[in-house]
């Protein structure tokens, strides 16, 4: 999906509610020169009120994108469950510096989501990418395999030693 294909033009619809439905891809990534992803099937629905002095835009996107565990590189799906509301109002120049408020032109007839739906999806994956396989240990990987044979051993030796202050201090815990 290329960026041009999130462009909704308004001039010709009724105010009112209209929806707008669009499947994410890879390229659609690949066109933000955004190179993270190894895979991506996004449905993201975009819902349009339009008023007479304004527009609001609900963006849902719900769908998986593939990619690589921060800690066995094993590629996997990660769920993207993203939602954004935009209002676009009406003014005498463009501007876009409010993170919730556009405003653009009178004379606009169309509204450009791209760059909204790309901030909402790349901001829906978490920053520490971890494989479900690892949280609940059934993934089967070399990497895993090597990680714990480095990793260091406990002594045991010097567990029972301990500073006889605390030993006071911990009686006074149980007595009760």
């Known amino acids: 999906m290329k960026k041009r294909e999130f462009s909704v033009p308004f001039s010709g619809l009724k105010q009112g509610k209209h929806e707008f439905d669009y499947v994410v891809e890879n390229e659609f990534f690949e066109s933000f020169e955004y190179n993270d992803f190894n895979g991506a099937n996004i449905n993201v629905q975009v819902l349009l009120n339009k008023t007479s002095t304004m527009l609001e835009f609900d963006l849902i996107a719900s769908g998986t994108v593939n990619v690589d565990c921060d800690i066995t590189s094993e590629p996997y799906d990660q769920e993207i469950p993203a939602e954004l509301r935009l209002v676009v109002k009406f003014g005498d120049s463009f501007n876009n510096e409010n993170d919730e408020i556009l405003v653009i032109p009178h ?3 169309q509204v450009d989501l791209a760059q909204y739906v790309y901030e909402m999806l790349v901001l829906a994956v978490p920053q520490k990418r971890v494989h479900p396989g690892v949280e609940d240990g059934t993934l089967d990987s070399e990497v895993l395999k090597k990680l714990e ?28």
Do not use: S
């Not at 002594?155 to 029972?160: A, G, H, L």
């Open 149 to 176: 044979a480095l990793q260091p051993k406990e002594k045991k030796d010097n567990k029972e030693e301990t500073d006889p202050r605390w030993d006071a201090l911990k009686k006074l815990i149980t007595d009760k």
């Open 107 to 109: 004379g606009e007839h």
